[in-house]
C-alpha cells in the first residue's frame, strides 16, 4: 500500500533552470497536495486574476502526494504565499517559461505501507537495481480516458470525428466522479442531434461552445471538435500515443522472455522479469522505443514489424499521424527507454506501521528520469513469488 497519506509519497522535481537576477518570468517552486497541477493553475489564475496563459509548468503531479516542482508566472509581482494545501514560493527570474525541456527527473521517497514480511521486497529491491524494470507509462497516464468506450485520439485518426466528440464528453463527466454529471452527459447522448436540447443540457464554456456551433452548423463535428481546450486534446492525444508505445513493449517482451510476471491494471497489462539472460539485458538495457508519429526511427525490424502489427489491428498507417485534423494539436515522436535502473536507491527506514498495527512500513529514496513512473517500480518490487 502507498499513498495512505499524501506525506507517504514525496516528490521533488529535479530542474536545471537558467536563474537570473531579473526577466520576464518570475520563477517559483511549488509544493502542493491534495491537488492536480492543472486544477492548481487554473486556481491561481483565477485567485490571482491573470490570464491562465501566464502561467506555466514542466510537468503534471500526483494529486494524492506531497509534490515539489517548478512554475513560471509572466508576471513582476511576486505572488508568493502560503495555503493550507499548496505554497507558492518565489525563488528567482528567468528570460522564458518554465518547460518539459528543462526538467531532469524526479527525486522520490515513498513509503510502503501495511507490508506482511519485509524480506520478499528487499529480494525484489535487488532484482531490480541489477535488471532494472520495465518503463511502462503508468495508470497516472490515462486518467480522463475509458478503455471501454476506446481513445478519443484514436477516433480523430481514423476520421470519426462525431465518435470521438462522443468519447470527449463521455470521460470528462466521468473523470469528476460524480454521478449527475454522468447522468446529464447521458441525456445529451440520449437525445443525440437534437442540439437544441443538448445545448439546453450542457455545462461550463466548452459544452456550451460545442453545441452551440453543431447548432449552426449540425453535421460540422471538426468544427465542434475545434472547440475543446488545447490541452485536454494534447493530453488526449498523449494517453493514446503511451497506450500504443505500452503495447509494442508487451509485445516484444512477449516474444523476448517465456517467464513474466503480469500485474492487471485499470489501463492494461504490465510484465515483469524477475531477473534477466545476459542476452536479453544486453539488449534491452540500452534499448530505446519511439512514440507514435508519422516519422519513427525504430532501433529494429523486430520493433518496427511489432509497431506494424498494432497499427494495422487499429486500421492506422504511419501516415495517418499526419492529421492536420486539430491543427493545435500534432503528434511528435520521442525515444523512450524500454528498461530503467533506479538511482541511489537507498531504503532509508523499516519500521512498525503506525496506521496498520502488526504490519511493517519500508521507506525508499531514489531518483528517476524524466516522464518514468515511480509506481512501476513499486509494482515490481511488491510482486510475489
Not at 63 to 72: D, V
Not at 139 to 159: E, I, M, N, S
Request: proline share 5%.
Amino acid at each position: 500500500m502507498i499513498k495512505a497519506r499524501p506525506e507517504d509519497f514525496i516528490v521533488e522535481e529535479i530542474a536545471q533552470l537558467p536563474l537570473s537576477e531579473s526577466g520576464e518570468f518570475r520563477v517559483y517552486r511549488l509544493t502542493k497536495k491534495n491537488w492536480t497541477t492543472p486544477d492548481l493553475m487554473r486556481f491561481l489564475a483565477k485567485t490571482l486574476s491573470i490570464s491562465p496563459k501566464a502561467i506555466a509548468y514542466g510537468g503534471k503531479k500526483d494529486k494524492h502526494g506531497l509534490t515539489t516542482q517548478h512554475i513560471t508566472i509572466r508576471h513582476q509581482k511576486d505572488f508568493s504565499l502560503e495555503e493550507k494545501n499548496f505554497s507558492l514560493q518565489a525563488i528567482g527570474f528567468m528570460r522564458k517559461p518554465m518547460s518539459p525541456a528543462l526538467l531532469r527527473g524526479n527525486k522520490f521517497c515513498i513509503t510502503i505501507r501495511c507490508l506482511q514480511a519485509v524480506e520478499p521486497v528487499l529480494h525484489n529491491l535487488e532484482e531490480a537495481r541489477q535488471f532494472g524494470f520495465p518503463n511502462f507509462f503508468d495508470d497516472q497516464r490515462f486518467r480522463g480516458t475509458d478503455p471501454r468506450l476506446g481513445f478519443f485520439a484514436d477516433r480523430v485518426l481514423r476520421g470519426h470525428y462525431n465518435g470521438a466528440l462522443q468519447i470527449f464528453l463521455q470521460t470528462q463527466s466521468q473523470a469528476t466522479n460524480n454521478k449527475e454529471n454522468r447522468e446529464r452527459v447521458a441525456r445529451i447522448l440520449e437525445n443525440w442531434r437534437d442540439w437544441e436540447k443538448c445545448l439546453e443540457l450542457a455545462r461550463g464554456l466548452t459544452e456550451k461552445r460545442i453545441f452551440r456551433t453543431l447548432l449552426l452548423r449540425p453535421d460540422d463535428f471538426l468544427a465542434a471538435l475545434e472547440k475543446i481546450p488545447r490541452e485536454e486534446i494534447a493530453m488526449a492525444y498523449a494517453a493514446f500515443g503511451s497506450y500504443l508505445w505500452n503495447e509494442l513493449l508487451r509485445r516484444l517482451l512477449r516474444q523476448l522472455l517465456p517467464d513474466l510476471r503480469e500485474f492487471q491494471a485499470e489501463s492494461g497489462t504490465f510484465l515483469f522479469w524477475k531477473t534477466l539472460p545476459q542476452p536479453v539485458f544486453d539488449y534491452l538495457k540500452n534499448l530505446t522505443l519511439p512514440t507514435p508519429a508519422a516519422k519513427m526511427q525504430f532501433p529494429d525490424d523486430r520493433s518496427r514489424q511489432l509497431y506494424l502489427e498494432i497499427l494495422e489491428e487499429h486500421n492506422l498507417r504511419f501516415a495517418s499521424f499526419r492529421t492536420r485534423a486539430l491543427s493545435r494539436v500534432f503528434f511528435r515522436s520521442f525515444q523512450r527507454k524500454a528498461l530503467l535502473f533506479p538511482e541511489g536507491l537507498e531504503i532509508s527506514e523499516i519500521k512498525e506501521d503506525e496506521l496498520h498495527p502488526g504490519k511493517k512500513a519500508l521507506v525508499l529514496s531514489f531518483s528517476l528520469p524524466r516522464g518514468a513512473f515511480a509506481t512501476m517500480l513499486i509494482k515490481r518490487i511488491l510482486l510475489e513469488d
